[in-house]
């Protein structure tokens, strides 16, 4: 029998009310639709979870079987692209999608001028409350949230197992002897995926931010100039966990993207990577046997500070409000979280944990990292997301100085100098 969780509104409500301060190698996909004939529109969709790119175009067909008449033309971009970068590209270059995503906070001031108000949508009542944070603005909500994803350390049972690790890791001590024991059985403890700013910058960065005791108060004091990074305590906690995964890495970590990260580690070539549960549709396709679960990112030894996953919402659904098709997108995103079909796709396809309160989240249909992400928002051990609170252009900027790191071009206090006065720079812009 498959176990249900019920509705997803007291999960969130109580697990996730502290957060919510936002995921994806390089592909691009979906078929760019011909006119199909007289009457036909074209509902063009800019999207950048690479994670679901083929599951979206299996939809895409029964999606225009279902609205004779509506074509789709989606177009993915994330993981390895910028999908920043390539979204400001397609409107400068007048191409401009009709629906495409936000991920909320900082992203929903950069794009408030070409966002619809959604707030009389039919399905705004069922989002988890937590959810519309992100996206709302005086009152008013502007995008749909994808879903409800975490991360950490996804590491491979077996391989644990294998070497002999029978208790799991929730403090910096016990992680870095659980990869000495890894290493000594002959096992690569870690991959990185550190050619990804996402990963360093928005993720792995965002540990430090989240630990600290007021992360919103943090944000707000180097947004106003009267805090830094360099020589603040959790910071410099923070930077053994960073060291850690190096230490115990494979040799290129800065030529690794993220398609070898999850492949080598769904090959089993590794026992650990930091990742979230989006992976799990990428690591089925590759080793649906695999028996793996999410651990915690430890900065120190205090295992009931460290025992949580960072929780939150990866992206938004938003309607270009200048586009002729502002209504058939509407439609569409309506079509995706009531009708049975759209369902179907979020919790059996694209491996969503919802965030809607009437779809109800199955652990055989999310996978293990899904249903770990489940648990640990239940039992209340959620860390927030505060990378969306970053400056605009911060997982550029951050990461490269981040990558600087990796390489030993910089020490320690260079890399917080650097990251405090590139955030200073940005803010100035």
Not at 200 to 212: D, E, K, T, V, Y
Not at 307 to 314: A, E, H, R, S
Not at 405 to 411: I, L, P, R, S, T
């Amino acid at each position: 029998m498959k176990k249900k969780y019920g509705t997803l509104a007291l999960v969130m409500v109580l697990a996730l009310s502290a957060l919510l301060a936002g995921c994806g190698g390089s592909k691009e996909s979906g078929g760019t639709a011909g006119s199909g004939g007289e009457g036909t529109k074209t509902l063009k969709i800019f999207q950048f979870k690479v994670e679901i790119a083929e599951a979206l175009n299996q939809m895409k067909a029964e999606y225009e079987k279902e609205h004779p008449g509506i074509k789709l033309d989606i177009q993915t971009v994330g993981g390895g692209s910028d999908y920043a970068s390539a979204l400001k590209a397609k409107f400068a270059s007048g191409d401009e999608p009709d629906l495409f995503n936000v991920s909320g906070y900082r992203d929903l001031d950069t794009w408030f001028e070409k966002v619809e108000d959604l707030s009389d949508q039919p399905w705004v009542d069922d989002v988890v409350d937590v959810a519309k944070e992100p996206m709302t603005k005086d009152g008013k909500l502007y995008g749909q949230p994808m879903a409800i994803e975490g991360y950490g350390i996804i590491y491979n049972k077996n391989l644990f197992q294998q070497a002999g690790i029978t208790e799991l890791p929730t403090t910096l001590s016990e992680l870095e002897a659980a990869a000495r024991q890894l290493q000594e059985a002959g096992i690569t403890p870690f991959v990185n995926g550190y050619q990804e700013n996402w990963i360093l910058a928005n993720h792995l960065l965002n540990i430090g931010f989240a630990h600290q005791e007021d992360p919103d108060g943090f944000v707000k004091s180097l947004n106003e100039g009267k805090g830094t990074i360099k020589g603040n305590g959790v910071m410099d906690e923070w930077i053994n966990l960073f060291d850690l995964t190096m230490k115990y890495g494979q040799k290129n970590p800065l030529t690794t993207d993220y398609n070898t990260e999850i492949t080598t580690f769904a090959t089993g070539e590794a026992a650990m990577t930091q990742n979230g549960n989006w992976t799990q549709v990428q690591i089925d396709g590759i080793n649906p046997e695999l028996n793996i679960g999410l651990l915690p990112m430890p900065i120190n030894d205090n295992a009931e500070q460290n025992d949580k996953l960072p929780v939150g919402v990866p992206n938004n659904w938003v309607v270009n409000k200048n586009s002729g098709m502002k209504d058939e997108a509407k439609e569409f995103l309506n079509w995706l979280v009531t009708s049975e079909t759209g369902k179907k796709y979020i919790t059996e396809d694209f491996k969503f944990i919802p965030a809607f309160k009437s779809i109800e989240a199955n652990s055989e249909l999310l996978g293990d990292l899904g249903t770990d992400v489940m648990k640990y928002s239940q039992d209340g051990k959620a860390l927030s997301w505060e990378f969306n609170k970053f400056p605009d252009g911060g997982m550029n900027e951050f990461g490269s100085i981040m990558q600087g790191y990796v390489a030993g071009n910089v020490n320690k206090d260079q890399l917080f100098e650097a990251l405090d006065q590139a955030w200073a720079d940005l803010k100035a812009k």
